[in-house]
């Protein structure tokens, strides 16, 4: 394990033993300097949250959010409040661990691990990466499919070249795709903040939908969509891609900069994922409230909703919103994946690869699956993918989390910036309660 930086020491590298993570804008953005300028640095620190708060909205939400308004109304909210507040904390480890060890998480397991463990570890976020990728193959293909009226296999053969819009963002520089990534996230908040103006639900029964219930755990159907929400808000390949992120910045690697690199990047993660939480939030309200509330409990394809808003709700406009808000989120998650996938390539097992042919295999990988279920199932086929997408992420999470939370205590590796005691006590709680219901899943699967 690299050494924890001395309190005086200022380097321009990370003090770790591999090449920076995404080496082309390792430490390209400047922040201010001295005593003060909190917005000024706030603002340079400002970007990395909102990329991993894409991957808490990505199209694979949509299905179990959905799903979950639809068959339970609003006792689902608890679940979607506490799985962003699991991913509040542990964004902020990832945060911690790249800013202080200048490792990102799969160069820490590379160091820590011996090579069968850190293989199999990056196989298993290989996993991870292509049921994300499939989740946002299915959603943007969907969305083409509403919008223009394109054949839903159609749509998903032309996911392929958004390879294009990787290369050139890649060209304009990382700031550029941040104000990208932002401006697709307002563009989603806008759609569903009007869209819940329309649908009007009762706000008494939002807010009891927050209080937690043990219907959650002993209902089998309600279960399977609970974990199918933790698997597609808390993505096991965002720990790996905040802990990269937040390198892009240039700060100084003494205690007072790297305490400050810690604050800043932990309120930017944090106001981002409360936006993914509002997002996720106001897509279980209003299929709560447009189906539920009328007796439709059985919404749980991304068409039908499409289909049902506009006479649920009165309003043409709203199907539109909906699929709008779809398409932007299926584009904003491309970006990332591709993103986190050359991040674990190169971390675990060191192979560089140039980010668009790294995309071309990651979503040829999605596609194949999703073209043999469309063609053979259609669409209802294709939501039951997306919600076991979600499934599947959820699964691999306990091989990321547990990692991330041992490398963060190890005083060997942060110094004084590893976990105090009460913060290790709730991220091993985090850990102990996704282990748990993954493995309750899995013994009602069997």
């Known amino acids: 394990m690299a050494p924890p930086p001395a309190a005086d020491m200022v380097s321009?590298?990370?003090?770790?033993?591999?090449?920076?993570?995404?080496?082309?804008?390792h430490g390209s953005i400047s922040v201010p300097g001295g005593v003060g300028k909190f917005w000024r640095k706030l603002a340079a620190f400002a970007g990395p949250g909102y990329l991993v708060a894409v991957g808490y909205m990505d199209p694979g939400n949509w299905a179990t959010d959905l799903a979950g308004g639809s068959a339970f109304g609003y006792t689902l909210l608890?679940?979607?409040?506490?799985?962003?507040?699991?991913?509040?904390?542990?964004?902020?480890?990832?945060a911690k661990l790249g800013i202080v060890a200048g490792l990102d998480l799969a160069q820490a397991c590379r160091a820590e691990y011996t090579r069968p463990t850190r293989i199999a570890l990056w196989l298993l976020c290989e996993i991870a990466i292509a049921a994300c990728d499939l989740a946002e193959v299915i959603g943007t293909a969907i969305a083409l499919q509403l919008?223009?009226?394109?054949?839903?296999?159609?749509?998903?053969?032309?996911?392929?070249?958004?390879?294009?819009?990787?290369?050139?963002?890649?060209?304009?520089?990382f700031r550029q795709l941040e104000a990208l990534i932002v401006a697709l996230l307002i563009v989603i908040a806008g759609?569903?903040?009007?869209e819940l103006i329309m649908a009007r639900p009762d706000l008494a029964a939002v807010a009891k939908g927050f209080i937690p219930t043990d219907q959650v755990a002993t209902n089998p159907a309600m279960l399977y969509i609970a974990i199918g929400i933790l698997g597609a808000t808390v993505m096991p390949h965002n720990l790996y891609l905040h802990s990269a992120l937040v390198q892009t910045r240039k700060y100084e690697r003494t205690q007072r900069g790297l305490?400050?690199?810690?604050?800043?990047?932990?309120?930017?993660?944090?106001?981002?994922?409360?936006?993914?939480?509002?997002?996720?939030?106001?897509?279980?309200?209003?299929?709560?409230?447009?189906?539920?509330?009328?007796?439709?409990t059985d919404v749980a394809d991304i068409h039908q909703a499409y289909d049902l808003l506009t006479p649920m709700l009165g309003a043409s406009v709203a199907?539109?919103?909906?699929?709008?808000?779809?398409?932007?989120?299926?584009?904003?998650?491309?970006?990332?994946?591709?993103?986190?996938?050359?991040?674990?390539?190169?971390?675990?097992?060191?192979?560089?690869i140039a980010p668009w042919a790294r995309r071309i295999v990651t979503r040829l990988i999605a596609i194949v699956p999703a073209v043999i279920v469309a063609l053979l199932y259609g669409q209802s086929g294709t939501t039951k993918l997306l919600i076991l997408s979600q499934v599947i992420l959820s699964l691999q999470l306990p091989f990321a989390v547990v990692p991330l939370v041992k490398f963060t205590s190890d005083k060997a590796l942060m110094g004084n910036f590893a976990n105090g005691p009460w913060l290790m006590a709730a991220a091993w709680m985090v850990s102990a309660i996704i282990i748990f219901l993954n493995l309750k899943l899995l013994l009602e699967f069997i």
């Open 12 to 25: 321009e590298l990370p003090s770790s033993p591999f090449l920076p993570s995404l080496p082309e804008v």
């Open 147 to 173: 919008l223009f009226g394109l054949p839903l296999v159609a749509g998903i053969c032309l996911t392929a070249f958004d390879v294009l819009l990787i290369l050139m963002l890649h060209q304009r520089g």
């Open 78 to 94: 608890s679940v979607v409040l506490f799985s962003n507040l699991m991913a509040m904390l542990l964004q902020a480890l990832a």
């Open 319 to 352: 199907s539109v919103l909906f699929a709008t808000a779809l398409l932007a989120s299926g584009q904003n998650s491309t970006i990332t994946a591709t993103l986190a996938g050359q991040i674990v390539m190169e971390g675990f097992v060191d192979i560089k």
């Open 259 to 296: 305490k400050e690199a810690v604050k800043f990047a932990t309120i930017d993660s944090t106001i981002a994922l409360f936006f993914a939480f509002f997002i996720n939030a106001a897509i279980l309200i209003l299929a709560a409230s447009a189906f539920h509330a009328h007796g439709r």
């Open 191 to 194: 759609c569903f903040a009007v």
